[in-house]
């Protein structure tokens, strides 16, 4: 069946560094994928996506690009922030449901 | 503006007791509503969702059930709780979308921590 793999976490990193979130999907057609983001103390939100192939989104300085030839979804920012730690879940659907990454903890230390 | 309520935020339960957990949605009229859980490690898992009053549709097999008696509520409940249903539980709603398809646009609650011992 369809999946979602991202990167285990945590990830820590010094503010202002470069930030790279993988995630690899299985599926079988053409999937809209998704990132949403949990801060804590909060509920999920959808931060961006992409319907299809090569499309990228982007929000609040984060992007992800579709690439069908690997079949993925990495999330990244130039620059990021304290303000950013977060968990973050990468997510495809698949029919009529969302088919969810584990989730990756992002600490950013000051 | 829409803003969707969970409750409680953590829970400590022992094992063979009752679970209720609840979900209310306001500002909005006749939602799609869903139950989410994350086990330790593992990606977001959908358990139930709903499309209207007494509507319940139930995606694994479990020993937990939901029940909507008003349009805007949404309760996950169990009668006697394993140590496998530890986890985070999310509520979460979305605008019902076009004939089967759902709109990806979910709106989560801010979660249940069920530590059950």
């Given at each position: 069946g369809?999946?979602?793999?991202?990167?285990?976490?945590p990830?820590?990193?010094?503010?202002?560094?470069?930030?790279?979130?993988?995630?690899?999907?299985?599926?079988?057609?053409?999937?809209?994928l998704?990132?949403?983001?949990?801060?804590?103390?909060?509920?999920?939100?959808?931060?961006?996506?992409?319907?299809?192939?090569?499309?990228?989104?982007?929000?609040?300085?984060?992007?992800?690009?579709?690439?069908k030839?690997?079949?993925?979804?990495?999330?990244?920012?130039?620059?990021?922030?304290?303000?950013?730690?977060?968990?973050?879940?990468c997510?495809?659907?698949?029919?009529?449901?969302?088919?969810?990454?584990?989730?990756?903890?992002?600490?950013?230390?000051? | 503006?829409?803003?969707?309520?969970?409750w409680?935020?953590?829970?400590?339960?022992?094992?063979?007791?009752?679970?209720?957990?609840?979900?209310?949605?306001?500002?909005?009229?006749?939602?799609?509503?869903?139950?989410?859980?994350?086990?330790?490690?593992?990606?977001?898992?959908?358990?139930?969702?709903?499309?209207?009053?007494?509507?319940?549709?139930?995606?694994?097999?479990?020993?937990?059930?939901a029940?909507?008696p008003?349009?805007?509520?949404?309760?996950?409940?169990?009668?006697?709780?394993?140590?496998?249903?530890?986890?985070?539980?999310?509520?979460?709603?979305?605008?019902?979308?076009?004939?089967?398809?759902?709109?990806?646009?979910?709106?989560?609650?801010?979660?249940?921590?069920?530590?059950?011992l």
């Open positions: 369809d999946s979602v793999t991202q990167m285990e976490g990830v820590t990193l010094s503010e202002e560094a470069f930030l790279t979130i993988n995630c690899t999907y299985t599926a079988t057609g053409y999937p809209s998704f990132w949403y983001v949990q801060y804590p103390g909060e509920g999920l939100q959808l931060l961006l996506k992409a319907t299809k192939a090569d499309d990228k989104g982007s929000n609040k300085g984060f992007e992800a690009t579709y690439r030839e690997t079949t993925s979804f990495h999330l990244e920012k130039g620059s990021v922030q304290v303000s950013d730690s977060a968990v973050y879940f997510a495809l659907r698949s029919n009529y449901q969302l088919i969810w990454g584990a989730g990756t903890k992002l600490i950013i230390k000051p | 503006s829409q803003t969707i309520h969970q409680p935020a953590t829970l400590v339960q022992p094992v063979g007791s009752p679970l209720s957990l609840e979900c209310t949605v306001e500002g909005t009229s006749n939602p799609n509503l869903y139950w989410y859980r994350q086990a330790a490690g593992r990606g977001l898992q959908l358990l139930f969702y709903s499309v209207g009053i007494g509507q319940i549709s139930s995606e694994v097999p479990q020993n937990l059930s029940s909507r008003q349009d805007r509520q949404f309760i996950l409940s169990s009668k006697k709780l394993l140590l496998s249903d530890s986890g985070f539980y999310l509520c979460a709603w979305s605008v019902p979308g076009q004939g089967e398809t759902t709109n990806e646009k979910l709106f989560f609650g801010s979660g249940t921590q069920l530590s059950v």
